[in-house]
Structure formats: C-alpha cells, structure tokens
C-alpha cells in the first residue's frame, strides 16, 4: 500500500531515539522528507544520515523545545513543514513523595508546552497551503494513570486535550490533528529500567522471562508483550497521510489492548 506521503516534508520531534526515530525511518521509507530533531547533534547526524544512506529524504534541525528560542531555531531550520509529528519528550520513574512542584512544572515544560510552541509556528503555514497534518503522541497512561509518575501521567493527558481542542479549531480547514497513544513500548530505556529491576520483583533471568513476567504484572495486555516502535511509527504514517483526511481529533490506541475501554 502506498501511504501518498511523497512530495509532503514531516518534522518529528525528537526523533533522534525511540518512537521518533522509528517514525522518522518509516516515514522517509514511504517517500516523505524528513526533518530528523533533537538537541543531539551527533544523534541526529547518524539518523539522517542512514536514512539518507537508504534512499531516503532526510535533513536536521536542532534545538531544546523547553524554551521559545530553541523552538524558533527548530522551526527555522525546519523549514516549509506540512506534517507535524510532536513526539520529543521525557519521563523520570519519580513516586509523588518525590515529584516536586517544579518537576511537575519542568515535566508540563518539556512533555506539553514543547508541542504549543511548534503548533504555533508551524500550524499557521499548513492552514494556508491547505494541507497539515498534525499527530501528537500521547499515552495510555492518560487515560489509565499508574500511581507512579503522576507528574509524567497528567502531562499525557494534556496532550490528549490540546491536541483535540486544536482539531476543533482546525475545522473547515484541510489540517487535522490526531493523537497516538501507545501503550509501553520497549525502547532500549525502558528495557535497561525493567531489566535492573528483575532481581528484586524475580521476573527471571533472560529478556524474554522478563518481558513475560513484567507485562502480566506491571501493564497486563492481550497481546502479552511489550509494542515495539515500529508498531507505533504504523498508525503515525496512516494518520499523515491523505486516506486519513475524514480522522481528525481521533485518538488510535496501539497498546495490545493495555486500556480496558470500548472508546
Ligand atoms: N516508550 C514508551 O513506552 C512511551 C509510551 C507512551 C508515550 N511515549 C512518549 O513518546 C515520546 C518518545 O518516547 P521514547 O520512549 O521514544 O523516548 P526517548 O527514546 O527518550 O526519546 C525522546 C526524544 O525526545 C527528545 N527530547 C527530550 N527532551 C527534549 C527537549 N527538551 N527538547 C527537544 N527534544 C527533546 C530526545 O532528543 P535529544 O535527547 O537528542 O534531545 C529524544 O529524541 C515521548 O514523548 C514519550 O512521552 C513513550
């Protein structure tokens, strides 16, 4: 199947690792040019450059998104930008005895503010060509919190909100705006995380016991896994391009059914 995403330019946020990066792969591989962020130079040097390695499109814009003018700098060095994915992110395994206030209000920063500060300048332009398409990763712990990482949890939910109140703004125009909420997908953090905490919860010993044994107890799903990016990376390309023209202000779960809900 060809997604139609040739001829179209997508900046991905923070897609130096992880999610973004499998994102920024798959869709340079189904023909869109692709802006390669983070505020890793090297990082981002080496993604491109094998995307580019591989026949594909792709150039980097540097910058920290936790300020206005990094934000600048990222927008300028991207460019004439007609897909918007906000994926740059962080999460810090913090119990509430120790989120502070002002780590609540980095983690707003860095997990929510980020992506307003590319929607307005970039979002703007997509009105006027008459073709945007914004995806905003979310999560599944917006919806299904843990009692850990409240500051990190409440964040997710946020950009579940502005991303649909931006679709209602969007409206009559020919820019959407979306949300993909994976469930927890094994990016090597998450990995190394579960992997030192084995010992002491007796997962076993090799990755696939731990994989096993974490999943049942810690985010119990029907496919008995964790996701890998790619998965996530799937519904992030169907939503850029045109056969997702009529989806707008939708949320796509790819959590192996981690959130127990119809909707
Ligand atoms: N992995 C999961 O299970 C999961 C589940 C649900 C949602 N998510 C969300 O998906 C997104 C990607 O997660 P991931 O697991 O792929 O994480 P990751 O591998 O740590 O990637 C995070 C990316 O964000 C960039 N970034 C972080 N802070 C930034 C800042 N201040 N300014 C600019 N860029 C910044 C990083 O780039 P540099 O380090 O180069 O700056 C990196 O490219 C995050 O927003 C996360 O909340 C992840």
């Given at each position: ?155 997710l939910a946020a ?38 905490l084995s010992p ?64």
């Amino acid at each position: 199947m060809d997604l139609q995403l040739t001829g179209h330019r997508a900046l991905i946020t923070g897609s130096t690792s992880g999610l973004g990066e499998a994102t920024a792969r798959l869709l340079a591989a189904e023909g869109a040019e692709v802006v390669i962020h983070g505020r890793s130079g090297d990082r981002a040097h080496e993604v491109a450059d094998s995307i580019v390695k591989n026949g594909g499109k792709a150039t980097i814009a540097l910058g920290d998104l936790g300020t206005d003018a990094g934000a600048d700098q990222v927008a300028a060095a991207a460019g004439d930008i007609d897909i918007l994915v906000n994926n740059a992110g962080a999460y810090e395994h913090l119990p509430w005895a120790e989120a502070t206030a002002d780590i609540w209000l980095h983690t707003y920063n860095i997990n929510v503010v980020s992506g307003v500060r590319m929607i307005q300048r970039l979002v703007p332009a997509m009105r006027d060509k008459e073709y945007g398409r914004v995806v905003t990763i979310g999560g599944g712990l917006s919806m299904q919190p843990f009692d850990n990482h409240p500051h990190y949890n409440a964040s997710l939910a946020a950009r579940h909100n502005l991303a649909v109140s931006l679709a209602r703004d969007l409206a009559g125009t020919k820019v959407t705006s979306n949300v993909v909420a994976p469930g927890a997908i094994l990016v090597p953090a998450v990995q190394e995380f579960l992997t030192k905490l084995s010992p002491e919860r007796g997962w076993g010993d090799t990755w696939d016991e731990i994989e096993y044994n974490s999943v049942r107890e810690i985010v119990p799903n029907d496919r008995v896994r964790y996701g890998r990016p790619d998965e996530i990376a799937g519904a992030v390309a169907y939503l850029c391009g045109p056969y997702a023209e009529y989806i707008s202000g939708a949320t796509i779960r790819v959590d192996g059914g981690t959130v127990r809900g119809a909707f």
